[in-house]
Protein backbone atom coordinates (compact mmCIF):
# COMPACT_ATOMS: atom_id res chain seq x y z
CA UNK A 1 0.00 0.00 0.00
CA UNK A 2 1.75 2.97 -0.99
CA UNK A 3 -0.09 5.38 1.23
CA UNK A 4 0.98 2.99 4.63
CA UNK A 5 4.54 2.23 3.06
CA UNK A 6 6.06 5.48 1.45
CA UNK A 7 9.55 4.32 2.02
CA UNK A 8 8.91 1.57 -0.12
CA UNK A 9 7.94 3.82 -3.09
CA UNK A 10 12.05 4.09 -3.67
CA UNK A 11 12.31 0.98 -4.17
CA UNK A 12 10.31 0.24 -6.58
CA UNK A 13 10.87 3.33 -8.22
CA UNK A 14 14.38 2.07 -8.56
CA UNK A 15 13.01 -1.14 -10.14
CA UNK A 16 11.57 0.51 -12.70
CA UNK A 17 14.39 2.45 -13.55
CA UNK A 18 16.97 -0.39 -13.45
CA UNK A 19 18.67 -1.39 -16.60
CA UNK A 20 18.02 -5.07 -17.72
CA UNK A 21 20.90 -7.36 -16.87
CA UNK A 22 23.71 -7.76 -19.31
CA UNK A 23 22.75 -10.62 -21.75
CA UNK A 24 18.67 -9.84 -21.60
CA UNK A 25 16.84 -8.04 -24.20
CA UNK A 26 13.05 -6.60 -24.01
CA UNK A 27 10.75 -7.97 -26.86
CA UNK A 28 7.22 -7.24 -27.85
CA UNK A 29 4.90 -9.98 -29.16
CA UNK A 30 2.46 -9.88 -32.11
CA UNK A 31 -0.27 -8.60 -29.67
CA UNK A 32 1.99 -6.13 -27.75
CA UNK A 33 3.06 -7.74 -24.60
CA UNK A 34 6.66 -7.47 -23.35
CA UNK A 35 9.03 -10.20 -22.97
CA UNK A 36 12.24 -10.60 -22.00
CA UNK A 37 15.15 -12.90 -23.92
CA UNK A 38 18.18 -14.15 -22.13
CA UNK A 39 20.59 -14.63 -25.08
CA UNK A 40 23.09 -17.12 -23.68
CA UNK A 41 20.34 -19.35 -22.56
CA UNK A 42 17.68 -18.45 -25.56
CA UNK A 43 14.96 -18.33 -22.84
CA UNK A 44 12.32 -16.07 -23.06
CA UNK A 45 10.00 -14.90 -20.10
CA UNK A 46 7.49 -12.57 -19.39
CA UNK A 47 8.18 -11.09 -15.42
CA UNK A 48 11.29 -9.12 -15.65
CA UNK A 49 14.31 -10.53 -14.73
CA UNK A 50 14.69 -8.33 -12.13
CA UNK A 51 11.35 -8.74 -10.48
CA UNK A 52 12.85 -11.64 -7.64
CA UNK A 53 14.84 -9.43 -6.63
CA UNK A 54 13.17 -6.23 -6.28
CA UNK A 55 10.43 -8.04 -4.52
CA UNK A 56 13.31 -9.42 -2.02
CA UNK A 57 14.73 -6.39 -1.58
CA UNK A 58 10.86 -4.82 -0.66
CA UNK A 59 9.73 -8.17 1.47
CA UNK A 60 13.49 -7.32 3.56
CA UNK A 61 12.57 -3.82 3.64
CA UNK A 62 9.25 -4.02 4.67
CA UNK A 63 10.62 -6.56 7.86
CA UNK A 64 12.58 -3.67 9.10
CA UNK A 65 9.79 -1.24 8.98
CA UNK A 66 7.78 -3.79 10.56
CA UNK A 67 10.10 -4.28 13.47
CA UNK A 68 11.10 -0.54 13.94
CA UNK A 69 7.37 0.27 14.75
CA UNK A 70 7.35 -2.74 16.78
CA UNK A 71 10.52 -1.55 19.11
CA UNK A 72 8.67 2.04 19.27
CA UNK A 73 5.72 0.90 20.31
CA UNK A 74 7.03 -1.35 22.91
CA UNK A 75 9.44 1.45 23.96
CA UNK A 76 6.42 3.81 24.37
CA UNK A 77 3.99 1.05 25.71
CA UNK A 78 6.88 0.50 28.75
CA UNK A 79 7.36 4.67 28.97
CA UNK A 80 3.34 4.88 30.10
Do not use: C, M
Amino acid sequence: DPLRELQLLRIAQEGLQAPLPEGWSEHEDAEGNIYYYHIASEQSVWQHPLDNFYKDKVARERAKLHERRRHRETKSRKAS
